[in-house]
Every structure is written in C-alpha cells, then in structure tokens.
C-alpha cells in the first residue's frame, strides 16, 4: 500500500492510460477522482474502483481545456477527499494529421488547448490545495514524441516537448513547498489512441511495435506502475524531469 492515505485527482481516467493509473493508485490505497470529459465513464468506472480496492473513489466531468470547469472539479474533489496532494494530468485529444501547411490554425489550438494548456491549468488550480495540505507530487504525461517527432503530427509533438519544460517550470517554482513535480513519457501503449492512427490493434503491433526496442507495444498497466513510482515516496529525490517508459522507440 505505498499510496494509503493519498488523495488523487487523475484527469482523462475514463478509459486508457489514465484509466489505468486511476485503478493503480487505488490498488496502493489513494482515494482517486476520474476526471475527463466522458463524464459517464468516469462515473461506472469509479464505482468498480471503490467495490474492488475498498477506496473512496468519484467520476467527476471536467474539461481540462476549460478554466471554470478545471476549478470546479478540483474544488468539488478537494471537497470530497478533504485535501488534494497527489495530480495526475493524462488527458489528451486526438489531432488530424496533416503537415504543418494543411493544419488547420483550430485545430492547432484545440491542441495545444487541450494537452499543453490543460496541464497548466490543472497544475495552476490544484497546487494551492497541494500547498495548503504540507506538499504533493504532481505527473504530467508528455510521449516519447516530446522527444522525436512523427510526419503529421507536428501539433501533438509539440504539446509533448512543451510538458517537458513545463514540468521543470512547475518543479522550480513550488520547490520549496514540498511539491515533487514530473512527466512520464510512454512510447507506443496499445490504447483507443492507437486505433485512430492503425485502424485495429493488430495493425499497431504488427506495424508500429517492431519500432520499440523491446519488439512491441506497451500495456497501459506498465505506465501505470511508473506513475505509482512517481507519485509515491519511492521517487522522493526526482523532480522536474521526466520518466521514459518507451520500450526503446527512442534508443535506436
Ligand atoms: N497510447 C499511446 O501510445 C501514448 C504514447 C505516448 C503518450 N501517450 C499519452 O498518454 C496519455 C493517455 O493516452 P491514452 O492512450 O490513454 O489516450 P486515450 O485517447 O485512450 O484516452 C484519453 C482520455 O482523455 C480524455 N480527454 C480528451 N480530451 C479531454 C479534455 N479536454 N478534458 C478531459 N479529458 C479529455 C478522453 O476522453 C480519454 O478518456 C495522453 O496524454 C497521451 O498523449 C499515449
């Protein structure tokens, strides 16, 4: 149980990764919110968590790319838990991909609104309660493709290697409040995210996997297990730097 006692804000929990890291914290014993605009998922979801891991467990609706409904389902959260000291940031939308020329400027910024901007303002909201309960450990998601790029996907790119930067701003800034901040960067993880790029998962494995060193693609659980590390005292002297979970992609 390396999470008793924790209260955790997990935002794009409703399915995938997010989904995933949610019931791993439960699993160590934090009390978790599933955060992420299915709203409905999140709830079914969280209700399994609590009959499963005997944790206190809430679906709550919450566009992160929106200012007011961040602060509300953080206030409604920290109202629940009594106290916030763990965040978790997973959401991320889907991009067309088109080269940079053919990128419509929308959806540009419906990209960096949501991946890049929808951290901050998680961050920006949740470190006061962090700050208010004596400290707290905050994970960002970025990608092996905050490291690397992909044609097309420029956008998605960049809102990765932003998370990257960010993390050490977050870091330095609330150094001395007791607030670890870092991202985990998977590489390929055998999601819904995938299938919008590889159509079905035996496409992504057959295609994409023998891209990672390791011949395959992740399982979401193997970040998860990261993100415990990461929000647990296991990672007590790791801050503002980030966790390669990429199976390789980036060792060649
Ligand atoms: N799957 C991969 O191969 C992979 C690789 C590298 C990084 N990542 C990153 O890991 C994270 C999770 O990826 P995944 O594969 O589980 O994705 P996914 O697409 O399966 O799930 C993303 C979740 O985010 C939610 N979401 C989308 N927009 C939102 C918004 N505005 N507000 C709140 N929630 C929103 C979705 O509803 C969904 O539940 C993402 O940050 C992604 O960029 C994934």
């Not at 969280?46 to 709550?60: P, Q, R, W």
Request: charged content about 25%.
């Amino acid at each position: 149980m390396r999470l008793r006692g924790r209260k955790a804000f997990i935002t794009g929990a409703a399915k995938g990764i997010g989904l995933s890291v949610a019931r791993a914290f439960a699993a160590e014993g934090a009390a978790v919110a599933l955060a992420d605009i299915s709203e409905e998922e999140c709830k079914k979801q969280s209700l399994e968590i609590k009959e499963t891991c005997n944790v206190e467990a809430i679906g709550i609706k919450c566009d992160v790319a929106d200012t007011g409904s961040v602060r509300n389902a953080i206030a409604e959260t920290s109202e629940v838990f009594d106290g916030l000291d763990t965040i978790a940031c997973m959401a991320a939308t889907l991009t067309e991909r088109l080269d940079v020329v053919d990128l419509p400027e929308d959806e540009w910024n419906r990209t960096l609104n949501v991946n890049l901007t929808g951290s901050f303002l998680v961050c920006k909201h949740g470190i006061p309660l962090l700050r208010q309960g004596g400290g707290g450990s905050i994970i960002l998601t970025a990608s092996q493709m905050g490291q690397v790029a992909w044609p097309g996907s420029t956008a998605y790119c960049t809102t990765k290697g932003g998370i990257l930067q960010l993390v050490k701003g977050i870091a330095l800034d609330h150094k001395d409040e007791n607030i670890r901040c870092n991202s985990i960067s998977p590489g390929g993880i055998a999601t819904d995210r995938l299938l919008a790029r590889w159509g079905d998962m035996e496409t992504a494995e057959k295609e994409w996997g023998p891209k990672h060193a390791l011949g395959r693609l992740g399982q979401p659980d193997e970040i998860a297990a990261g993100a415990v590390f990461l929000a647990s005292n296991e990672s007590s002297f790791m801050t503002g730097t980030d966790l390669l979970l990429d199976g390789g992609y980036t060792a060649w």
